[in-house]
């Protein structure tokens, strides 16, 4: 069965206090996977997408890596408007279009 | 920038009543997903639909539920009799391939009493 595990369950960080968010995954073979940032109330918002062991992208504060067994999310500098839940998902090989979501990192950064 | 829509935006409802909730992907896209997340708990995939049929679908989904795409835009998810476990929020998500990036609506409250 794939699963994905995603860790801390909560983050509290002061503004400007970098760190990183994990999500260790346990799949058949990986597709791409996939974060994304979920405000309360709202669907998941689209964030990066990895394919293969190395690849990194990044967008502002956010940078996101891709090994075998996990990916990191890591925020630099964070500022209070990016607290947020931040989802990890897997979508696997052969053909699989659903995503495996794991249970999410609320972080939040206060000023 | 295009978006995925759904509405209602919260919909109430009594035990063993039919819901449809609706939902309107981005226009250039071929697959459309449904998935729910129970208050507190993790996004569960629903169901995947391509060229007008289910090409995936959950062990939630049962024969309660249906999808249907009626026109070149609307998609749609009925529940047949509702349960009090049905309460959630039901995200619509599209994507151009099956291995694209899935865009998500902003969900539909749903409350079952």
């Known amino acids: 069965e794939d699963q994905v595990t995603q860790s801390p369950e909560a983050l509290r960080l002061q503004e400007g206090e970098s760190s990183s968010l994990n999500c260790s995954y346990t799949v058949s073979g990986l597709r791409g996977l996939f974060w994304y940032r979920q405000d309360p109330g709202k669907g998941p918002e689209f964030l990066f997408t990895l394919y293969s062991a190395g690849e990194e992208k990044e967008k502002e504060r956010l940078k996101a890596t891709l090994t075998k067994k996990e990916s990191f999310l890591h925020i630099t500098a964070p500022k209070p408007e990016d607290s947020a839940t931040y989802l990890c998902a897997v979508q696997v090989r052969p053909f699989n279009s659903k995503l495996t979501f794991g249970k999410g990192i609320t972080l939040s950064v206060r000023p | ?113």
Not at chain 2, 9 to 21: A, K, Y
Not at chain 2, 87 to 96: D, L, N, P, Q, R
Request: proline share 4%; aromatic share 14%.
């Open chain 2, 1 to 113: 920038e295009p978006e995925v829509t759904q509405t209602p935006s919260h919909q109430v409802t009594q035990m063993g009543q039919e819901v449809i909730l609706r939902c309107v992907p981005i226009s250039n896209h071929l697959y459309f997903y449904w998935y729910r997340q129970i208050l507190g708990q993790k996004v569960e995939f629903l169901v995947s639909f391509y060229n007008n049929e289910i090409s995936e679908k959950s062990e939630i989904f049962d024969d309660q539920f249906s999808v249907e795409r009626p026109d070149g835009s609307n998609f749609t998810l009925k529940i047949r009799s509702t349960k009090l476990e049905d309460s959630a929020m039901y995200f619509c998500a599209s994507s151009w391939g099956g291995a694209d990036t899935q865009y998500f609506g902003p969900g539909t409250r749903l409350t079952v009493l």
